[in-house]
């Protein structure tokens, strides 16, 4: 890379945490419980709205994981989703009602959070709806993963976003709070997956899986990507630049081998769709606070009212990390 692209990306990198300073102002404080967090404490943080549902199960999914303490962003939720944080003794939680479209998405609020309170420890930053899966998650917790990353020298961990759905109509089950809604959608793609790299970012680009085969199948280039580096020792330093899709500095986006080996890298299990996805989706669609003048959701509105089956010959049944593993998805690289 050149001096005059460097130049521009560290300027770019300044002026998002310039951004992020001036966004911590939308940011009221409900309940501050940061002062429990020790030295080496795992953190999680993550921006949700009218999300309760999800989130016991969610709390308990990454505590069995080995996580510490949780950040949460409410976004004016009128669910109750508020007052449940409010009462999770590992919690510590921020509200706003200002817009997720420009606040980057959330991207600006949680940018701040983490240069305020994560530095020097691993971060992961995942939705209400995303599961971590990593090798070996079966018998080791996160601390061991972190440990290894840190022996290794290794700063940031990458996940693919593998979309999950049911075998038959996404409304056939209804999913009950604190289920695992992998239970019901227990499905996936294992192939229909294409990858690019970013140049400019150096990072790559996955696109495909059910959303691009059934919502974007007339424009497959519009389809979400799926690339997602969720895991990260954090630096005051650094930003999110998309969603966790990509950050700066740039190097913390090589996760994987030019070399033809392979770096370890996990699952992100994407239990959007289940029979709560409809109504999420009309709500969206209306608020017009997503990405791109929310095409994607304009996407699933056309589409939802079909009640389409994403399931196909196909898909497989998830079974466990080694499973995604033998199928590519994921990699344990040298960590035996």
């Given at each position: 890379?050149?001096?005059?692209?460097?130049?521009?990306?560290?300027?770019?990198?300044?002026?998002?945490?310039?951004?992020?300073?001036?966004?911590?102002?939308?940011?009221?404080c409900?309940?501050?419980?940061?002062?429990?967090?020790?030295?080496?404490d795992?953190?999680?943080?993550c921006?949700?709205?009218?999300?309760?549902?999800?989130?016991?199960?969610?709390?308990?999914?990454?505590?069995?994981?080995?996580?510490?303490?949780?950040?949460?962003?409410?976004?004016?939720?009128?669910?109750?989703?508020?007052?449940?944080l409010?009462?999770?003794?590992?919690?510590?939680?921020?509200?706003?009602?200002?817009?997720?479209?420009?606040?980057?998405?959330?991207v600006?609020?949680?940018?701040?959070?983490?240069?305020?309170?994560?530095?020097?420890?691993?971060?992961?930053?995942?939705?209400?709806?995303?599961?971590?899966?990593?090798?070996?998650?079966?018998?080791?917790?996160?601390?061991?993963?972190?440990?290894?990353?840190?022996?290794?020298?290794?700063?940031s961990?990458?996940?693919?976003?593998?979309?999950?759905?049911?075998?038959g109509?996404?409304?056939?089950?209804?999913?009950?709070?604190?289920?695992?809604?992998?239970?019901?959608?227990s499905?996936?793609?294992?192939?229909?997956?294409?990858?690019?790299?970013?140049?400019?970012?150096?990072?790559l680009?996955?696109?495909?899986?059910?959303?691009?085969?059934?919502?974007?199948?007339?424009?497959?280039?519009?389809?979400?990507?799926?690339?997602?580096?969720?895991?990260?020792?954090?630096?005051?330093?650094?930003?999110y630049?998309?969603s966790?899709?990509?950050?700066?500095?740039r190097g913390l986006?090589?996760?994987?081998?030019?070399w033809?080996?392979?770096?370890?890298s996990?699952v992100?299990?994407?239990?959007?769709?289940?029979?709560?996805?409809?109504?999420?989706?009309?709500?969206?669609?209306?608020?017009g606070?997503?990405?791109?003048?929310?095409?994607?959701?304009?996407?699933?509105?056309?589409?939802?009212?079909?009640?389409?089956?994403?399931?196909?010959?196909?898909?497989?049944?998830?079974?466990?990390?080694?499973q995604?593993?033998?199928?590519?998805?994921?990699?344990?690289?040298?960590?035996?």
């Amino acid at each position: 890379m050149g001096a005059l692209r460097s130049y521009g990306l560290r300027l770019q990198r300044k002026r998002w945490r310039i951004r992020a300073f001036r966004k911590r102002r939308e940011l009221k404080c409900v309940v501050d419980r940061t002062g429990d967090i020790r030295p080496d404490d795992i953190l999680l943080f993550c921006t949700q709205r009218n999300e309760k549902i999800r989130l016991p199960y969610f709390l308990d999914y990454y505590r069995k994981q080995g996580v510490n303490h949780f950040f949460f962003v409410d976004n004016d939720s009128d669910d109750g989703a508020l007052d449940y944080l409010r009462s999770q003794p590992d919690v510590s939680v921020w509200h706003t009602r200002a817009s997720y479209r420009r606040s980057r998405f959330g991207v600006d609020w949680l940018n701040w959070l983490q240069r305020k309170y994560a530095h020097g420890h691993w971060v992961l930053t995942v939705d209400p709806d995303e599961f971590l899966v990593y090798p070996f998650c079966d018998t080791r917790p996160l601390r061991a993963l972190t440990d290894w990353l840190d022996a290794s020298s290794i700063k940031s961990f990458s996940a693919m976003l593998l979309d999950m759905y049911p075998k038959g109509r996404l409304d056939e089950r209804p999913y009950r709070e604190g289920e695992d809604p992998i239970a019901i959608a227990s499905w996936f793609d294992s192939g229909n997956y294409t990858m690019a790299r970013n140049h400019a970012f150096t990072n790559l680009w996955i696109q495909g899986g059910p959303r691009a085969r059934v919502f974007f199948a007339d424009q497959p280039a519009k389809a979400p990507a799926l690339n997602k580096v969720p895991l990260v020792k954090w630096d005051r330093k650094y930003v999110y630049v998309s969603s966790t899709h990509m950050l700066l500095p740039r190097g913390l986006n090589q996760v994987y081998d030019e070399w033809g080996g392979e770096k370890a890298s996990g699952v992100l299990l994407h239990a959007k769709f289940i029979d709560t996805f409809g109504a999420k989706a009309a709500e969206e669609l209306q608020r017009g606070e997503h990405y791109a003048g929310s095409v994607e959701y304009k996407a699933y509105a056309e589409r939802v009212q079909e009640n389409p089956q994403l399931w196909c010959k196909w898909s497989e049944k998830y079974i466990n990390w080694r499973q995604l593993e033998i199928l590519g998805l994921m990699s344990k690289g040298n960590w035996a």
